[in-house]
């Protein structure tokens, strides 16, 4: 357990409402990204921070954006959710210093944009 | 481009071995993960591979060919709740983890 929590674990909303995921941790890892899982993909990487303030894109990053104001909280928001956002979306840290550091995943947020 | 490819299912009975592949092919490597993953829940670390050879833990152990771009996971002594999807991760140079879609598991008695 890397003491990462995500809340809300599930959500349902509308086409074009915002949307923020939360993603808690609780022993001041530098490192923090969040991934989406969609069947016949693999985990894509959405953002990541490596400090606070400090954020990069990942692979797919249009439609998202982050916020890191604390170490222990990384936010990711859909600004105007769509469809194609249905997802199950991950957070994860990297329990040592260095960013190639093994990544422990949070359990998880269930997203269904109608 | 990146590509990971794993097989997408794979079954096997209770007590047997099985052998998973993964074959990359990325811009640069900086290590090679292995992670389960049970239905509904976060994946888990399994393993870590960054040299060539064999790693092993337990009844699971990991191996990697960085010339042929490929690692494999063998399990041993399945057991039922072995039956997970198993996904292969590799360190690219740009310091990012490239997932394959993983392999799902099924283990019958």
Redesign the interface.
């Known amino acids: 357990d890397a003491g990462i929590t995500q809340s809300p674990r599930h959500k349902v909303t509308e086409t074009g409402t915002p949307v923020t995921l939360r993603c808690h941790q609780t022993e001041n890892h530098r490192y923090m990204y969040w991934y989406r899982q969609d069947p ?6 959405i953002h990541y921070s490596y400090g606070v303030k400090d954020t990069d894109k ?2 797919v990053s249009d439609g998202y954006s982050v916020s890191r104001s604390k170490t222990e909280d990384f936010l990711l928001t859909l600004e105007s959710a769509t469809s194609s956002q249905t997802s199950v979306y ?1 957070c994860a840290i990297s329990l040592g210093t260095d ?2 550091d ?7 947020t269930r997203l269904t944009v109608l | 481009g990146q590509n990971i490819d794993q097989p997408t299912e794979m079954t096997a009975t209770e007590g047997a071995i099985v052998q998973i592949n993964c074959t990359y092919q990325t811009s640069g490597f900086n290590g090679l993960f292995w992670y389960q993953q049970h239905a509904g829940e976060a994946p888990t670390f399994l393993s870590y591979n960054v040299l060539d050879g064999l790693e092993e833990k337990g009844r699971f152990s990991s191996f990697l060919s960085r010339s042929k771009g490929y690692s494999y996971l063998l399990l041993k002594e399945l057991q039922m709740k072995d039956s997970a999807s198993y996904l292969c991760a590799v360190w690219d140079n740009t310091d990012k983890l490239i997932f394959g879609t993983g392999t799902r598991l099924q283990v019958f008695p």
């Open positions: 016949g993909h693999g985990l894509r990487l990942g692979e991950f960013s190639t093994t990544q422990y995943f949070g359990p998880g």
